[in-house]
Structures are given as C-alpha cells and as structure tokens.
C-alpha cells in the first residue's frame, strides 16, 4: 500500500499488454472508440505502426505505444498532497515499457497530451480494451451493488442490513454488495421510499451495475489513489481515479479549459523505455 508523499515512485500496481500494444486513456470515453468508428485497438495499432502518439476523436482521447507482451508491467507514481482538499494525488504517472530504448538519442519523446477524466483514468491493453464495458452498461455478470448514505444511514443500516463499507474506503457509507440486478433494483426503490422520521427524512442511494468501469472502481475504493486492477479479455488493466475536490479545483473543464498534461517516452537508467505522464501542481 502506497502511504508516501514526495519525488520517490512507488509502485501502485502491474499491468499486461498480450497484444503489445498499451493505452493511456479517458476512462469515461473508452467504450466509446467502436461507437465513433474504428474500435480502439485498430486506432491504437496504427498509431504503434508510425511510433507510438496521440489519439483523439470528438470527446475521446488516449496515447497508444508499443510495449512488451510477454510480461508484467509495473506502474509506480510520484505522489502529492493536494492544495484544495489534502487528499494524495498523483504528480507523475509512469510504466516501465519492458522494451529498449531504440536510439543513442537520450532525448525525451513527446507523444501529446492528456486532460485528467473525471471518470478516471484507464491504463492496459488496447485489444483487451475493446471489450470494456463503461458507464451506462449492462451488468457482466448479472450482478448489482446498492450503497447508501446520509445522516440517517445507520438507522438504514438496522433496517435493511447490509455492510459498512469504512474498511473499504467508503466511511460514512453501508451497502449491500453482489446482489443480482432486478434485487438490487428492488432494494434501491426501497431504500428511496424509505422515510426514517416524522420529517420524511432518509438517505442518499446508488445503485452501480458490475460494468468493468464499477468494478475496477470498486476495487480501487481503499487506494490513496484510488488505484486498482482487474482482468478483461485476458489483461489486467489499471483504473486510477481523482479525488472530486482535487479534480473540480485543479482540473475541472478538462481540455476545454487548456487542463492537460504531457505523455511521453523517457530513457531508462537501465537502457529500457518509460511511458511517463507528468501533473504538475499548481
């Protein structure tokens, strides 16, 4: 568990590339890539075949480079402390390629840039991203989570069961997880119409669906950086999300508003390749 702030990378988590092809990408938009035209793994192709770069098409924004295939590849960061709401944040996002650098040219390579999703961040294999299924998706496996929350969430608690969800990294919210959906939904009505005082009082719902965006989400709950993996299509694929208050103060409008940062190819110590995204504080 990464517990450090400072310059030093610690790594977060592992992921694998079998078609030796990896993305940084918008997780919020992934599922989108097919939607629009091509799917991701033939953009990401394309742009490997010319070197590696930058793909953008309406909303949608990711980098695509070329990687090794045949073993796990380490994610580590630099952390710091965010200047609007003190929660740890990430300065700079780096992945050992497991490759080599190619040329005796030591200079770093700019691939394009990269707003920070409100959605998260993905980080794995273009083929196995294909088949991810985003937000507003069906369930993969017929399964539902139900969480809740507000002032008269323990009086909730004792009506309807569930878990706190604190050891999770959700303080202050129960939940009742792996329901099948038409249960959860049925809970989730419940729950809505549920009045615990004279004053029609209850508390807040959501019901979440076991799309990969949930899931990698989920398992991400208890990370200082809310970092995560989870296996689809045969790759494990790494979820990053934002702190809310960190996001709206410091990256909130996205590209729109010029909040982007630079993706690029580094020179190891080691004589291998590292993909680097880089967030100054501000």
Request: with cysteine; glycine share 14%.
């Amino acid at each position: 568990m990464m517990d450090a702030v400072g310059s030093e990378f610690v790594q977060i988590g592992e992921v694998t590339a079998p078609s030796g092809v990896l993305v940084l990408g918008m997780a919020g938009w992934i599922d989108y890539w097919s939607v629009i035209g091509e799917p991701l793994s033939r953009r990401a192709a394309a742009a490997i075949d010319s070197g590696g770069g930058y793909l953008r098409q309406f909303e949608c924004e990711a980098v695509a480079v070329a990687t090794s295939s045949d073993r796990p590849l380490p994610v580590s960061a630099t952390v710091a402390t965010s200047l609007f709401d003190g929660a740890p944040t990430i300065a700079t996002l780096q992945m050992d390629l497991g490759r080599p650098w190619t040329t005796a040219d030591q200079t770093t390579v700019l691939l394009g840039d990269l707003p920070v999703d409100h959605c998260g961040m993905l980080l794995g294999d273009g083929a196995g991203l294909d088949s991810w299924s985003g937000i507003g998706s069906a369930s993969i496996d017929a399964l539902a989570d139900v969480t809740f929350w507000g002032a008269l969430a323990q009086e909730a608690h004792g009506e309807f069961g569930g878990r706190d969800l604190a050891a999770l990294g959700r303080p202050g919210v129960f939940g009742l997880l792996d329901l099948p959906v038409p249960e959860a939904r049925q809970l989730a009505d419940r729950l809505a119409a549920w009045e615990a005082d004279s004053r029609g009082r209850g508390v807040k719902v959501s019901i979440d669906e076991h799309t990969h965006h949930h899931l990698v989400r989920r398992a991400g709950w208890a990370h200082p950086l809310q970092a995560a993996t989870i296996e689809t299509a045969g790759c494990q694929v790494m979820g990053i999300g934002w702190s809310p208050g960190d996001h709206a103060m410091r990256h909130g409008g996205e590209r729109a508003f010029g909040q982007v940062y630079p993706v690029t190819l580094v020179p190891a110590e080691d004589g291998g390749t590292l993909l680097r995204w880089t967030i100054p504080q501000q």
